[in-house]
């Protein structure tokens, strides 16, 4: 059973910075990709940034120049460090990762972690 377990949400100013952590359970490179998505209150889940296996990253255009995905294998972490927040960053962020197993796709999440961006 894969667990994924998010950590350093909070309430921050405008223009100001926060780092997300998600600690897996198991050893990173299981995975295909990690990502993290947001959802705000009657809002679809989108998805912010993701990292392959592989290292190659991607994300959302809102979100392009100010956030950055990176990762600790050694500590089996994925972080997201949050810059030059804005109010509309202002959302429950989710860790997600994902794998392969005998040809079966398999999607984990982790419980969430709130981000208030105050103006």
């Known amino acids: 059973q894969v667990q994924l377990a998010e950590s350093g949400g909070g309430l921050v100013q405008a223009g100001g910075s926060l780092r997300l952590s998600c600690a897996a359970s198991t050893t990173i490179f299981r995975f295909n990709v990690m990502g993290w998505y947001r959802q705000a209150p009657g809002k679809e889940r989108e998805l912010v940034a993701r990292i392959t296996s592989g290292g190659s990253t991607n994300y959302a255009d809102s979100v392009k120049g100010r956030f950055t995905i990176s990762r600790d294998s050694a500590k089996n972490t994925v972080y997201l460090q949050m810059n030059s927040l804005k109010a509309e960053d202002t959302s429950v962020y989710y860790c997600?990762?994902?794998?392969?197993?005998?040809?079966?796709?398999?999607?984990?999440w982790g419980q969430g972690t709130q981000v208030t961006v105050s103006s």
């Open positions: 997600n990762a994902e794998d392969v197993e005998r040809g079966i796709l398999r999607r984990y």
